[in-house]
């Protein structure tokens, strides 16, 4: 920042003038008035290093849950630090409420247990496809034997059937699950909306009504997931690739994904998950997780609906030496998706006065939205904006 300007911002806030702070996700307003020195000699600090995080941001979910009135400096701090990781990194870790850990615990130990006694071969019905037309529409289990990966797919409104149209009995705590997380993804889409400078629940017209009307089926979905089973027949002949040193390595068919999710939130049991950062480089997510963190990256939904100012993570799973564990890796993932039925489009920004380019300018139907292909090259190609955010500690935490 040049020398001009933090003077300038510095003198303000000694003057006691309102200040603003922006970058491409982050507004922050800040009056002199009540401010206690502390504050005050920590946005000295912030104008004058303009720091970046130099990992992964952390936040907790009860920061991040607004309230009447004026924004908090816990509320201040947790959307800036979101905003900066979502910027740098397109993903954020966040720590639930301790029962709410607790349940996703519960949960990743049951989903071992269900795809432990599974049969080790694969209906065809049950492969998965990559139908586009289905997307809101699965539910129940599906293998995909080219990725290693098995999942199950909790979808309120639907019941799954096997094949044989015999009931299926899912992994435990599903309902409870879905609802945790779900209520999590809608407000961690809210601090995103805030730092956006948009109105508060800008896109929840949208998004699934709460609760679901009688006979209406959930767009969003919580996918139970299993990756390297060792037991998963067939899969041996589809993507490994062995080390000189031993480890095993999956590299999916598509080397990067992107999910057409507005938020997705993600709980494994063991590491694996990377996401290109704002350098391109691929950077490991999960490798230091709290029992009650989860990972938290936005999708192409909401790419679209801010008209490209939310990146969606280009993610893809490594998993290395599972040799012995005889239940792989296996994860909780919930998507929280748009209505197939609503139109995305760009006029919540242009009402926040936000430039949208002419590629987002024109409205689109969610579920022709979710069929059409995506180019990467297009999706990818970020401009190398300046942006500032609050000092940080050792541990990489805000420090105000």
């Given at each position: 920042?040049?020398?001009?300007?933090?003077?300038?911002?510095?003198?303000?806030?000694?003057?006691?003038?309102?200040?603003?702070?922006?970058?491409?996700?982050?507004?922050?307003?800040?009056?002199?008035?009540?401010?206690?020195?502390?504050?005050?000699?920590?946005?000295?600090?912030?104008?004058?290093?303009?720091?970046?995080?130099?990992?992964?941001?952390?936040?907790?979910?009860?920061?991040?849950?607004?309230?009447?009135?004026?924004?908090?400096?816990?509320?201040?701090?947790?959307?800036?630090?979101?905003?900066?990781?979502?910027?740098?990194?397109?993903?954020v870790i966040v720590q639930l409420p301790k029962t709410d850990g607790a349940l996703l615990r519960s949960?990743?130990?049951?989903?071992?247990?269900?795809?432990?006694?599974?049969?080790?071969?694969?209906?065809?019905?049950?492969?998965?496809?990559?139908?586009?037309?289905?997307?809101?529409?699965?539910?129940?289990?599906?293998?995909?034997?080219?990725?290693?990966?098995?999942?199950?797919?909790?979808?309120?409104?639907?019941?799954?059937?096997?094949?044989?149209?015999?009931?299926?009995?899912?992994?435990?705590?599903?309902?409870?699950?879905?609802?945790?997380?779900?209520?999590?993804?809608?407000?961690?889409?809210?601090?995103?909306?805030?730092?956006?400078?948009?109105?508060?629940?800008?896109?929840?017209?949208?998004?699934?009504?709460?609760?679901?009307?009688?006979?209406?089926?959930?767009?969003?979905?919580?996918?139970?997931?299993?990756?390297?089973?060792?037991?998963?027949?067939?899969?041996?002949?589809?993507?490994?690739?062995?080390?000189?040193?031993?480890?095993?390595?999956?590299?999916?068919?598509?080397?990067?994904?992107?999910?057409?999710?507005?938020?997705?939130?993600?709980?494994?049991?063991?590491?694996?998950?990377?996401?290109?950062?704002?350098?391109?480089?691929?950077?490991l997510l999960d490798g230091e997780l709290g029992p009650q963190e989860v990972i938290v990256y936005p999708?192409?939904?909401?790419?679209?609906?801010?008209?490209?100012?939310?990146?969606?993570?280009?993610?893809?799973?490594?998993?290395?030496?599972?040799?012995?564990?005889?239940?792989?890796?296996?994860?909780?993932?919930?998507?929280?998706?748009?209505?197939?039925?609503?139109?995305?489009?760009?006029?919540?920004?242009?009402?926040?006065?936000?430039?949208?380019?002419?590629?987002?300018?024109?409205?689109?139907?969610?579920?022709?939205?979710?069929?059409?292909?995506?180019?990467?090259?297009?999706?990818?190609?970020?401009?190398?904006?300046?942006h500032y955010n609050f000092p940080t500690s050792q541990d990489g935490k805000p420090v105000i």
């Amino acid at each position: 920042m040049p020398d001009l300007i933090i003077s300038g911002v510095i003198g303000a806030i000694l003057k006691g003038y309102h200040i603003m702070f922006a970058t491409e996700l982050n507004i922050i307003c800040i009056s002199r008035s009540g401010l206690c020195s502390s504050v005050i000699a920590g946005l000295e600090c912030f104008a004058m290093t303009g720091t970046v995080l130099p990992t992964l941001g952390r936040v907790k979910l009860t920061d991040l849950i607004s309230s009447e009135g004026l924004a908090s400096d816990s509320y201040l701090i947790a959307t800036s630090t979101l905003s900066q990781s979502l910027l740098q990194y397109s993903a954020v870790i966040v720590q639930l409420p301790k029962t709410d850990g607790a349940l996703l615990r519960s949960g990743i130990d049951s989903a071992r247990l269900y795809f432990h006694q599974r049969a080790s071969g694969y209906p065809s019905e049950m492969i998965h496809t990559n139908n586009s037309r289905e997307w809101c529409r699965t539910s129940g289990y599906y293998s995909d034997p080219q990725a290693w990966q098995e999942s199950y797919d909790y979808r309120p409104g639907l019941t799954s059937t096997e094949p044989d149209n015999i009931l299926e009995f899912p992994p435990s705590g599903l309902p409870d699950i879905f609802s945790i997380l779900g209520k999590a993804a809608r407000d961690i889409l809210d601090a995103i909306t805030f730092s956006l400078k948009l109105r508060s629940y800008a896109f929840a017209g949208i998004l699934d009504n709460v609760p679901l009307r009688p006979e209406e089926i959930s767009s969003s979905v919580l996918s139970v997931c299993c990756h390297l089973r060792p037991s998963f027949q067939g899969a041996q002949h589809h993507n490994l690739a062995t080390q000189e040193d031993g480890q095993l390595l999956m590299f999916p068919d598509h080397e990067y994904q992107v999910d057409k999710s507005f938020i997705t939130i993600i709980k494994s049991d063991r590491a694996g998950l990377h996401v290109r950062d704002f350098h391109g480089r691929m950077v490991l997510l999960d490798g230091e997780l709290g029992p009650q963190e989860v990972i938290v990256y936005p999708g192409l939904a909401l790419y679209q609906a801010s008209a490209g100012a939310v990146s969606p993570a280009l993610h893809r799973i490594e998993t290395g030496n599972l040799h012995g564990h005889m239940y792989g890796r296996c994860s909780l993932a919930f998507k929280l998706m748009p209505k197939s039925l609503a139109i995305l489009c760009s006029s919540e920004m242009s009402a926040a006065g936000r430039v949208v380019e002419p590629q987002f300018q024109l409205p689109i139907q969610v579920d022709e939205f979710m069929q059409r292909s995506h180019s990467m090259d297009q999706l990818f190609t970020r401009n190398n904006f300046q942006h500032y955010n609050f000092p940080t500690s050792q541990d990489g935490k805000p420090v105000i």
